[in-house]
């Protein structure tokens, strides 16, 4: 038997948008790629039968994703936008292997390469020229009447929100315990470091480095004169109350998951159980990301003296 039969068989998920024709040619060409490296490809069926393939080219197939359907698997790499980059967290939490993110939407800061970068990524992931990091997540507990009604997680964020466009949904958070402040608004986003640059952000909530360790509780355009975001301990449970007198309110898990809030619903977040894991090709700081990805001005800047 040679060496070559001896050597351990990788395999990768790949899990791509391909309802885009960008999509299904960068797919293809990091099928092609892997395959060239010896390295076997893992795909959706219905995925696979979006893509022109040789028929030399064989890659695995699976109806659908889960814990099982990723088994044996190396890492998962998703391309696409932040949407597609979420459905691959899901899998990637539910099963513990890394998920490596190439972006094909616009932002992107769960990705770790972008288009252009394609080949570099068969590359790296070829010679495992890679490293995994682990990053936080919340888990996510709602009760009415007492009673625990659905358990939920989310990568970048909770949020609670008003369901009726016309009308404010009034709220009361708390933090550990103890109640911080009543308003009403729009809702309330409970984020990780990770989604400080999410939905968090755009709701005016802090950029957090993804290696600080806190939980964020960010206000949407409430009426209150306190109504600032607030930075807390991983260790904490933040809680929504949504009051009595209110109309419905609606809870959303990475703007992905849903579930309806009856008025007196609580919504408690704690820092989750499971991390999901992340594939990193680059040593490049977190700050350095923030500029480009926010093509941010630092024209002028010179740096600490030598």
């Not at 960008?22 to 995925?47: F, K, M, N, P, Q």
């Not at 709602?142 to 939920?152: K, L, M, T």
């Not at 404010?168 to 640059?197: H, K, Y």
């Not at 930075?231 to 609606?250: C, D, I, R």
Request: include cysteine; charge should be negative.
């Amino acid at each position: 038997m040679s060496d070559t039969d001896t050597q351990e068989l990788r395999t990768v998920f790949l899990l791509a948008h391909t309802g885009r024709p960008a999509a299904i040619r960068s797919a293809e060409r990091v099928v092609r790629g892997l395959t060239r490296c010896g390295i076997g490809v893992r795909v959706l069926a219905d995925e696979a039968a979006d893509m022109s393939l040789p028929d030399e080219l064989v890659v695995e197939t699976v109806q659908e994703v889960g814990p099982a359907s990723v088994e044996g698997c190396e890492l998962i790499i998703v391309l696409g936008g932040d949407g597609t980059l979420l459905r691959g967290a899901e899998f990637a939490r539910a099963s513990g292997v890394p998920m490596l993110g190439v972006n094909l939407g616009r932002v992107g800061f769960l990705a770790e390469a972008e288009r252009d970068d394609l080949d570099k990524v068969v590359d790296r992931v070829a010679t495992k020229e890679y490293e995994v990091e682990e990053r936080m997540t919340i888990d996510v507990l709602v009760r009415n009447d007492g009673h625990v009604v659905h358990v939920d997680w989310a990568l970048n964020e909770a949020s609670v929100e008003k369901q009726a466009r016309e009308r404010m949904i009034e709220l009361v958070t708390e933090v550990d315990g103890r109640p911080v402040s009543r308003f009403g608004g729009d809702g309330v986003v409970c984020a990780t470091p990770t989604g400080s640059t999410a939905y968090a952000f755009s709701a005016g909530g802090p950029v957090v480095w993804p290696e600080v360790e806190a939980l964020l509780m960010v206000p949407i355009s409430a009426h209150a004169l306190f109504a600032k975001p607030l930075v807390t301990s991983p260790t904490s449970v933040l809680a929504v109350e949504v009051q009595p007198q209110t109309p419905h309110g609606v809870l959303w898990c990475d703007g992905r998951r849903t579930v309806e809030l009856p008025a007196g619903a609580r919504v408690e977040v704690r820092r989750g159980a499971v991390p999901v894991r992340l594939a990193r090709l680059h040593h490049a700081s977190f700050t350095d990301r923030l500029v480009a990805k926010f093509a941010l001005p630092v024209a002028g800047w010179r740096g600490a003296p030598h």
